[in-house]
């Protein structure tokens, strides 16, 4: 057995069943370990920040991690953006780069790169085969480590020559290890600081957005009164009827300042205190009040659920239910809005539907229109590189084996970074519904001009602009195997997307807003 089929056959022992891959020459070897396999599903993305953003989305909704395949440095560079996004999304990947040779490198062949450097940036953990004795060993850890609480990319670099040689050793699955314990004491401090009588916020982020966990928050707030808030950037909600009708922490600086101004105490569970995406002249970085006192409840590598329900137990905090969000909304009509995008979403959405946001600056305030969608999962740009949209649902709708209905609210300007997953799309036959609006500029970045102080003149506005030529959706889409139309209304948009949710393929709606 060479190398590269004891890696196959050790990720398949452990759990990992589905591949997203872009490989090259140094991977040929584990490409035929996959070929004499049927138990690892291969998927071809056509761009590295196409796989390893799909490898982020299947991780979000299946809970265990994919492997990826991408072909030496360069490929690995090409993936670092969504790797980048994965990392703070906190998604477990075994990100799996080919290499030269051992003995190859020394001679520098143009596509050798400082591989390890490159991957260190964006790992959790890493490591290099440099036997085939050793990769079944090295894969098995990896997937360990992709696993663990919270999850994280865990890149493993594979020397052709390990792939190739014989003397491969197939390993059984490692332990995953549990979550690092809850400090009894940091619970005791969190429950009388809730008791004190001052203003607190219960700041929620990451698994501490779970169904469950969200049950307890609601509990301790009713309890306590404390109010409660998400973080702006969260890998995954739930939300919709049976869920919290919970906001986020607001983009814009200002309005952060604003909305957490009134707090003395911050109780964060799994999540940081908030800062500002970017530094603005004459603006903090941080965005809440100098003097609030803050209380880490439980970190990333905790389990938000029992910290939460310790510190209810410790509030004797009674059972609540969550509120009636009231009636569903109807389809909107009319020109196209952000308020009206959000209700027609909520509206037409399927049960149990996944929605993936890269709507930017569009879509801020989409959650306040969605309350009472039916049950749904939300994805968010968790890292800010923007281009994850079109991958991450796709990499979702994989993950939920094609038998729940992907919604993309996609901004046209990044959507145009990873446009390739749209050929996976239809490739796999996905049930992926893009609504790409297309505004027909960077939209964020007008913004963010005006944000840093600054008055954009004819040579900024026209870095900042999508037209001239125009970019023609409808037929980008076409080209890549989706079917797709274009809507100009609100009416439109629903009748489009209506008719997209009875077929088991993908399509996109250009929404011209």
């Known amino acids: 057995m060479n190398g590269a089929r004891s890696l196959v056959e050790t990720l398949i022992a452990s759990g990992v069943d589905t591949c997203f891959a872009n490989p090259g020459t140094s991977e040929m070897h584990f490409v035929a370990a996959l070929d004499q396999s049927t138990g690892i599903r291969c998927v071809?993305?056509?761009?590295?920040?196409?796989?390893?953003?799909?490898?982020?989305?299947?991780?979000?909704?299946?809970?265990?991690?994919?492997?990826?395949?991408?072909?030496?440095?360069?490929?690995?560079?090409?993936?670092?953006?969504?790797?980048?996004?994965?990392?703070?999304?906190?998604?477990g990947i075994v990100n799996i780069v080919g290499d030269q040779a051992t003995y190859h490198r020394p001679h520098d062949a143009p596509l050798t790169a400082d591989t390890d450097a490159l991957a260190r940036t964006v790992s959790g953990w890493q490591r290099t085969s440099s036997?085939?004795?050793?990769?079944?060993?090295?894969?098995?850890?990896?997937?360990?480590?992709?696993r663990t609480l919270p999850g994280q990319v865990a890149t493993l670099i594979l020397p052709s020559d390990a792939s190739w040689d014989e003397g491969g050793v197939v390993v059984p699955p490692l332990p995953v290890p549990a979550p690092v314990p809850l400090d009894p004491s940091v619970v005791d401090g969190a429950a009388r600081a809730l008791r004190s009588g001052g203003k607190a916020l219960l700041l929620l982020a990451g698994r501490a957005l779970q169904p469950e966990a969200q049950a307890l928050a609601w509990r301790i707030a009713a309890a306590s009164g404390a109010q409660l808030m998400a973080d702006f950037v969260n890998p995954l909600v739930p939300r919709g009827r049976g869920r919290l009708?919970?906001?986020?922490?607001?983009?814009?600086?200002?309005?952060?300042?604003?909305?957490?101004?009134?707090?003395?105490?911050?109780?964060?569970?799994?999540?940081?205190?908030?800062?500002?995406?970017?530094?603005?002249?004459?603006?903090?970085s941080i965005q809440y009040p100098r003097d609030a006192q803050l209380h880490q409840?439980?970190?990333?590598?905790?389990?938000?659920?029992?910290?939460?329900?310790?510190?209810?137990?410790?509030?004797?905090?009674?059972?609540?239910?969550?509120p009636d969000p009231g009636p569903r909304p109807t389809a909107a009509s009319g020109a196209p809005t952000p308020g009206k995008l959000a209700q027609t979403v909520a509206a037409l959405m399927p049960e149990h539907a996944i929605v993936s946001d890269e709507s930017i600056s569009y879509g801020r305030g989409f959650y306040q229109a969605s309350h009472a969608a039916p049950p749904h999962d939300w994805l968010n740009l968790a890292g800010?590189?923007?281009?994850?949209?079109?991958?991450?649902?796709?990499?979702?709708?994989?993950?939920?084996?094609?038998?729940r209905r992907?919604?993309?609210?996609?901004?046209?300007?990044?959507?145009?970074?990873?446009?390739?997953?749209?050929?996976?799309?239809?490739?796999?036959?996905?049930?992926?519904?893009?609504?790409?609006?297309?505004?027909?500029?960077?939209?964020?970045?007008?913004?963010?001009?005006?944000?840093?102080?600054?008055?954009?003149?004819?040579?900024?506005?026209?870095?900042?602009?999508?037209?001239?030529?125009?970019?023609?959706?409808?037929?980008?889409?076409?080209?890549?195997?989706?079917?797709?139309?274009?809507?100009?209304?609100?009416?439109?948009?629903?009748?489009?997307?209506?008719q997209s949710f009875r077929q088991p393929a993908p399509f996109l709606i250009e929404l011209m807003v």
């Not at 105490?265 to 799994?270: M, R, S």
């Not at 940081?272 to 603006?283: D, E």
């Not at 590189?385 to 939920?400: N, Q, S, Y």
């Open 44 to 91: 071809l993305g056509l761009q590295e920040n196409v796989v390893t953003g799909m490898a982020d989305g299947y991780y979000r909704i299946a809970g265990k991690p994919a492997c990826t395949l991408l072909h030496c440095g360069p490929g690995l560079s090409n993936g670092l953006g969504n790797l980048h996004n994965a990392r703070r999304a906190r998604s």
């Open 131 to 146: 036997r085939a004795a050793d990769v079944g060993r090295d894969g098995a850890a990896a997937v360990q480590a992709a």
């Open 245 to 284: 009708q919970i906001d986020r922490v607001p983009y814009k600086t200002e309005l952060a300042i604003e909305a957490l101004a009134q707090f003395e105490h911050i109780v964060l569970v799994n999540a940081k205190a908030p800062v500002g995406f970017f530094a603005y002249p004459g603006l903090p």
């Open 297 to 322: 409840l439980s970190r990333p590598e905790q389990d938000a659920t029992a910290a939460l329900r310790t510190l209810a137990d410790a509030l004797g905090a009674p059972q609540v239910p969550i």
């Open 384 to 403: 800010g590189a923007i281009g994850d949209g079109l991958p991450v649902a796709t990499g979702a709708a994989i993950a939920a084996g094609g038998q």
């Open 406 to 498: 992907v919604i993309g609210l996609q901004a046209d300007g990044s959507a145009m970074y990873s446009l390739q997953a749209l050929w996976t799309q239809a490739r796999e036959r996905l049930p992926v519904t893009t609504i790409l609006l297309n505004n027909r500029q960077y939209g964020i970045l007008v913004g963010e001009y005006k944000g840093v102080g600054a008055t954009p003149g004819p040579t900024a506005l026209r870095m900042l602009d999508l037209g001239d030529p125009d970019l023609q959706w409808v037929q980008i889409a076409r080209g890549m195997g989706v079917d797709a139309a274009r809507a100009t209304s609100m009416e439109e948009c629903a009748d489009l997307m209506a």
